[in-house]
């Protein structure tokens, strides 16, 4: 059975850090990209940061320069540490592999 753990989400003040983590089971980690999506209340959800397995990297517009997406395939982790962060930033964020998501860890950033 896929499981993605999402964990790492809290509240913190604007201009403040997080970092989340993503603990994975059930497949083939090293074989796979594991994305980082973000839901704000009222809005669709939409990517954020990729980590492949080859080394590739993606950031949205949104958050590069601010976030630093990492992988750690001895522990199955993949980690999105987020830097400066705005209250815009305030979202569920969600880790993913195609056909699969995790439950989602709440960040709030105050203002």
């Known amino acids: 059975e896929v499981q993605l753990q999402a964990s790492g989400g809290g509240l913190v003040q604007a201009g403040g850090s997080l970092r989340l983590s993503c603990a994975a089971s059930g497949f083939a980690f090293d074989d796979h990209a594991v994305a980082w999506y973000h839901q704000a209340p009222g809005k669709l959800r939409e990517g954020v940061s990729c980590?492949?397995?080859?080394?590739?990297?993606y950031y949205s517009d949104s958050v590069r320069g601010r976030f630093t997406v990492s992988r750690d395939n001895a522990k199955k982790t993949v980690y999105l540490q987020m830097n400066s962060l705005k209250p815009e930033d305030t979202a569920v964020y969600y880790c993913?592999?195609?056909?699969?998501w995790g439950q989602g860890t709440l960040v709030t950033v105050s203002s």
């Open positions: 993913n592999v195609p056909g699969f």
């Open positions: 980590r492949s397995n080859t080394g590739a990297i």
